[in-house]
């Protein structure tokens, strides 16, 4: 339900592996390769979801295996590898396992998500809902929730099933949030910041939860670090509103301006909206509500006048932030310059953005 898997990866051209012990308040994020670093993993990951294709009925198989079969960045499972990581190696079984929990928690959430906005393209390609029709699509994200919450029940205790099973209805609560509030601008930034901490920072904060739980990490290190991936969720939203208005389909892969067609009320709206003189903002308001046809080439202009995205920016900004305090007391375990390297990259995603505006 969050749109924010639908842009483009981290890649940084190169990776090392920071010892324990790395004094990352000396030098911050010394590396700039927590991709390619995690390559392997990520390897692993997609065999293990292929291999999860035989679980489902004969007849849905395809289906699943069209919303499995992608090229996005799986930064949520990447969240987990990383928050669990106690060096290199082939990943252990339970990270391999819960990451790919979350990674079809986050998949179902897209298809549903591209029949709301009714989206035509993610991933620079047909989406499920345009592939099967809306009806299908609305089951096939179903299954993959069940399987999901399946997997979940494999682990020795129920702790994993729960934490999963409460993070996956907040995500939907988020949404079901979002999507009664459609078409509406009675919307703060505080409402807007609860959506977004629902449906996006959530499965975040969860990936991270579930990273250093598993191996075993002390339990004021695996607090710090939930609160770090709920930032970090946080900022990647918005980083990802801002792309919905200045970014280029070609490059992000994805249908763009369905925020404002859909009328969902976002950041640099909400930024536009208290910009705006009166009449362009009732204006801009009975776009939002319906009563009169988007004019997206109208209000991107009006963004680049009254400098939105510099404005929503800051808020990005901010958020990274307070995922770099959640672990600043936390210098010398393992995962965090790692973790921290995903703040530089998404700063980066957010500079290159700035150049197409």
């Known amino acids: ?34 991709f390619a670093l995690l390559a392997p993993h990520l390897v692993e990951l997609d065999r293990y979801l292929h291999d999860q294709l035989a679980a489902f009925e004969p007849e849905i198989r395809t289906m699943a295996d069209y919303c499995i079969d992608t090229s996005g960045k799986r ?5 987990v590898f990383l928050s669990g ?19 079809l928690v986050h998949l179902a959430t897209l298809v549903h998500d591209d029949i709301m906005d009714e989206a035509d393209v993610r991933r620079n390609r047909r989406t499920a809902s345009r592939e099967y029709g809306p009806t299908a699509a609305v089951l096939l994200g179903d299954a993959l929730f069940a399987h999901a919450l399946h997997l979940a029940t494999q682990f020795p205790t129920t702790e994993i099933c729960a934490a999963v099973s409460e993070s996956t209805r907040r995500v939907c609560a988020g949404e079901i949030v979002q999507t009664l509030r459609r078409g509406s601008i009675n919307i703060t930034r505080a409402d807007y910041q609860r959506i977004v901490d629902l449906k996006t920072a959530e499965l975040f904060r969860v990936s991270c939860f579930l990273g250093t739980r598993l191996a075993g990490f002390d339990a004021g290190y695996v607090e710090a670090a939930s609160r770090f991936g709920r930032h970090l969720g946080i900022a990647y939203q918005i980083y990802d509103d801002l792309v919905d208005f200045f970014g280029e389909e070609s490059r992000i892969g994805k249908t763009l301006g369905t925020d404002l067609a859909s009328g969902k009320l976002t950041l640099p709206l909400l930024a536009l909206s208290e910009r705006l003189p009166p009449p362009e903002a009732a204006a801009l308001a009975a776009e939002v509500t319906g009563q009169r046809p988007p004019q997206l080439a109208l209000r991107l202009r009006q963004m680049r006048e009254y400098n939105v995205f510099a404005a929503v920016s800051e808020s990005v900004h901010a958020e990274l932030t307070a995922s770099r305090a959640a672990l600043s007391e936390w210098p010398n375990e393992a995962p965090t310059p790692l973790l921290l390297g995903l703040c530089d990259g998404l700063e980066a995603q957010l500079a290159g953005l700035k150049g197409v505006e």
């Open 85 to 103: 990581w106690r060096g290199a190696g082939e990943p252990r079984a339970d990270l391999l396992r819960v990451a790919a929990v979350v990674e």
């Open 75 to 79: 930064i949520r499972p990447a969240l």
């Open 1 to 34: 339900m969050s749109s924010a898997a639908t842009t483009q990866p981290f890649r940084p051209e190169h990776a090392e592996r920071p010892a324990r012990g790395t004094d990352t308040r000396a030098n911050p994020h010394a590396f700039a390769g927590v």
